[in-house]
């Protein structure tokens, strides 16, 4: 299968380092965004028009993206037109979610990770203008994207260590029909950075979806 990757603001490709061994089993690019597309966005659509640019001519199986390349991801499909069968995005949120998702790890997970994580975004995020932040972090609204979108799409999210809350699609503040068309999926024992965090669940997670 034919995949394109994108990793989240203030990341970088060395996010996707603990997946790439069952990522790589298919045809897939990880794609880098360069620091000087990134520090002249102002909002997500300056980086999707690079990436659309670069990828207009390839056809995709999927989209995997992580936080705002989720977003990417969306508008790669619905905006550009970008030919893609499943979209599948790793905690990003479609509009400000409740304090239930507003952490970055697990605490255990941050004693293990936390300082080779925050480290990467510390040097990234110099990268990246405070208006493009601001369109990931306040009064933002992605919904649109699912309601006109027609390819499949997927939305995981980290359990933040409880599986069985009950509100936890709630939390994530979307109406009615927007739950309706995501397939979602949660990892267990993790929070924003499940790549890092439980790894071998969320490659079972994305395996079962290209497996359909």
């Known amino acids: 299968m034919r995949g394109l990757i994108l990793y989240g603001a203030n990341c ?15 045809n ?12 002249k966005a102002n909002n997500v659509s300056d980086i999707t028009k690079w990436i659309y640019a670069t990828y207009r001519e390839e056809r995709f199986d999927f989209i995997l993206g992580h936080s ?36 970055l790890m697990l605490p255990s997970n941050m004693e293990r990770y936390g ?5 990467m975004i510390k040097g990234e995020a110099k990268y990246y203008s405070d208006s493009l ?4 972090q306040e009064d933002f609204d992605y919904t649109d994207y699912i309601r006109k979108i027609n390819s499949k799409v997927y939305g995981i999210y980290g359990d933040r260590g409880e599986k069985c809350y ?5 939390d994530l503040c979307l109406d009615d029909d927007i739950v309706a068309k995501i397939d979602f999926r949660f990892v267990e ?24």
């Open 12 to 26: 970088t490709l060395d996010v996707w380092d603990t997946l790439k061994s069952e990522l790589t089993a298919h």
């Open 28 to 39: 897939v690019t990880f794609v880098e965004y360069p620091h000087n597309i990134t520090e």
């Open 68 to 103: 705002m390349g989720g977003i990417i991801g969306l508008e790669l499909v619905v905006d550009f037109k970008l030919k893609c069968d499943k979209v599948i995005f790793i905690e990003s949120n479609l509009k400000p979610a409740k304090n239930f998702y507003r952490n």
């Open 115 to 119: 300082e080779k994580i925050i480290s």
């Open 133 to 136: 932040k601001k369109t990931l």
């Open 166 to 170: 009950d509100n936890r699609i709630n």
């Open 189 to 212: 024992d993790s929070c924003h950075m499940p790549m890092v965090e439980n790894h071998e669940a969320l490659a079972d997670i994305i395996a079962s979806i290209l497996a359909k």
